[in-house]
């Protein structure tokens, strides 16, 4: 029963090892580092409470079976510190103002205690193989509770976590059927065994978690993109606006947006087919995307007509500069189903507060410089309607 997880019923490998996890989507991976350091953040008080208590517990120990002072006395300036530290940790805020902060501080409480489970780790050794104790058990026993506890707060960090069990257990456990009578042997057995399965608990809940982001991740990228170009669609795009609204009137920061609408598109569905249609919208949404500044948004709100988002744009010349510059980039012949098609478009800009404040004003004025465009008959690209050869 205990392998079944391994193996599969004829002893066959399954196709993916339980201690594997879901590979992680590099556009999710920042919600992972926030919900890792997020729990984390929150059990380090607890972290410092299990190694006091068990420094406390020891020492109370070694002091009853009157060993030497120099063998323990450090335990006490250990949990003294770990108090110290403790309080300032609860006392100022510990949340990191930016990504690399945030990893940087998620890599230092796993070096931290991998560390100190290690040096615990290394000194129960020590103590296992003299001859200082005379009741050896409590020491690898504490360390295990010890080592379960902190692995338990860490279980976001899968490898911290399972890092932790295996130094602050299997040292102590292998000494103690090594080297021990019986009662130890078997007791080494049985450390090795929680190990594991505290190991595999660890893996499964990290693994739940990380299906979960994925899944949640999934379900808002259906919400928010369009299923036939991948673009954000008209939802997400209102979002964005939004959000540069909520931004401008905080910080003063404008931006622009641009409105493109495919010359003729109907021409191309009535005379090819919607088939080709939806192909010849797919290549232009992966030619603007092509496009896009860093910081700029290409969405797609429907039919042939597509949204562009552009930060820090706050003249008209400029902002007219970008939108040429998208359409000059998917103005060029495209070979779809035997047929050469040459994509040409109008558009129409807004600026914030220069045409308009808040997400209807401005589409309605970018919608407005659109169709004025299109009744002049000066498409931003050229040809003004597409070029439709059959090559075949």
């Given at each position: ?5 391994l ?51 020891v ?22 510190g ?7 940790w ?7 103002d ?21 040096f ?67 007791m ?9 399965l ?29 299923p ?13 606006l ?7 009137a ?32 797919v ?22 007509e ?24 998917f ?11 040459t ?8 600026v914030?507060?220069?045409d ?23 498409g931003?690209?050229r ?10």
């Open positions: 029963m205990f392998l079944t997880p193996f599969g019923k004829n002893g066959q490998a399954v196709r993916q090892a339980p201690w594997r996890s879901p590979d992680i989507p590099e556009e999710i991976r920042p919600s992972v580092e926030e919900m890792q350091l997020q729990r984390a953040l929150t059990h380090v008080p607890m972290i410092y409470l299990v190694a006091i208590f068990n420094l406390l517990a020492m109370i120990l070694s002091a009853h079976e009157g060993v030497a002072t120099v063998y323990y006395a450090w335990m006490g300036v250990f949990a003294v770990c108090l110290a530290r403790m309080i300032v609860i006392r100022r805020p510990h949340v990191p930016s990504a690399v902060r945030s990893q940087q501080t998620l890599r230092n409480l796993s070096i931290i205690s991998v560390g100190v489970i290690a615990l780790s290394i000194w129960s050794v020590f103590v296992i193989a003299g001859d200082k104790f005379e009741n050896q058990m409590f020491i690898p026993m504490s360390l295990v509770f010890g080592s379960t506890c902190i692995a338990h707060c860490l279980a976001c960090i899968k490898k911290a976590a399972v890092t932790v069990l295996l130094v602050g257990v299997i040292p102590s456990a292998v000494t103690m059927i090594l080297v021990g009578g019986f009662d130890e042997m078997i080494g057995w049985s450390m090795i065994t929680i190990a594991l505290m190991i595999r608990f660890i893996i499964d809940s990290y693994n739940q978690i990380i299906s979960g982001l994925i899944m949640r991740h999934t379900i808002w990228k259906q919400a928010h993109s369009d036939l170009t991948g673009l954000a669609n008209r939802r997400a795009m209102m979002n964005h939004q959000l540069a609204e909520q931004s401008f905080s910080d003063g920061c404008g931006f622009a947006v641009a409105l493109i609408d495919l010359n003729h598109f109907k021409q191309v569905n009535d005379n090819l087919g919607h088939d080709v249609g939806d192909h010849l919208l290549e232009v949404a992966s030619r603007l995307n092509q496009s896009r500044a860093a910081e700029e948004i290409v969405g797609r709100l429907g039919g042939d597509f949204l562009i988002f552009m930060p820090d744009v706050v003249g008209h010349e400029k902002a007219m500069a970008r939108a040429t510059a998208y359409l000059s980039g103005a060029r012949p495209a070979e779809i189903a035997g047929h050469i098609l994509p040409s478009a109008s558009v129409g800009i807004a914030q507060t220069l308009g404040n808040g997400t209807e004003q401005l589409l309605k004025a970018a919608d407005s410089a659109l169709y004025k465009m299109k009744r002049k008959g000066k931003a690209s040809p003004a309607k597409p070029v439709l050869r059959n090559i075949a």
